[in-house]
T-cell receptor
């Protein structure tokens, strides 16, 4: 069964460093998402992406964040200068459709630890 | 502001019983609502979607209801099993359909 994959599974970085989290969505999916989940808290929407541009972003997704689909398979989230509060699990998700047919498939997540 | 509320207290039930979880929302008029399951350290897994014109949806041992007047959805697991122990998340889309908002989830423990 097709699945969303994410790398790395765990990333440790120093505050102020740049990190890139990578995702490979399901191949025929058109809509891509990033979420984060701080330990013990709820899943928070960061950004959605369709047709090579951002469709929607949350207030969390400030100028320090960017997303890219550099080729036909990868979908990346970049944090330019990490802060301690960026420590969280980051989930990538993809869906074939949107709206009421929007079943999102989530990846296993990347645990980001900022020291 | 838009808000989704799920019972933050864990739900403990005996194997074989029916678990009922609640999702309430305010300042939303969603066309549909979704339920996901999340295990510790894992990503959410889609379970069911119910549309505003559907009062009830079933899938195997799962049943979801959607009351747009009460602004509430109920999620039932019948004949519960220890393997059903997980956190269950309610989710709504904003009007544009590109932003999914999750509730904090309810942790379910099913004891053998």
């Amino acid at each position: 069964e097709p699945e969303v994959t994410q790398t790395p599974s765990h990333q440790v970085t120093q505050m102020g460093q740049e990190v890139i989290l990578r995702c490979v969505p399901i191949s025929n999916h058109l809509y891509f998402y990033w979420y984060r989940q701080i330990l013990g808290q709820k899943v928070e929407f960061l950004v959605s992406f369709y047709n090579n541009e951002i469709s929607e972003k949350s207030e969390i997704f400030d100028d320090q964040f960017s997303v890219e689909r550099p080729d036909g398979s990868n979908f990346t989230l970049k944090i330019r200068s990490t802060k301690l509060e960026d420590s969280a699990m980051y989930f990538c998700a993809s869906s074939e459709k949107r709206g009421q047919y929007n079943e999102q498939f989530f990846g296993p997540g990347t645990r980001l630890t900022v020291l | 502001s838009q808000k989704i509320e799920q019972n933050s207290e864990a739900l403990n039930i005996q194997e074989g019983k029916t678990a009922t979880l609640t999702c309430n929302y305010t300042n939303y008029s969603p066309a549909y609502l979704q339920w996901y399951r999340q295990d510790p350290g894992r990503g959410p897994v889609f379970l069911l979607l119910i549309r505003e014109n559907e009062k009830e949806k079933r899938k195997e041992r799962l049943k979801v209801t959607f009351d747009t007047t009460l602004k509430q959805s109920l999620f039932h697991i019948t004949a519960s099993q220890p393997a059903d122990s997980a956190t269950y998340l309610c989710a709504l889309e904003d009007t544009g359909g590109f932003k999914t908002i999750f509730g904090a989830g309810t942790r379910l423990f099913v004891k053998a």
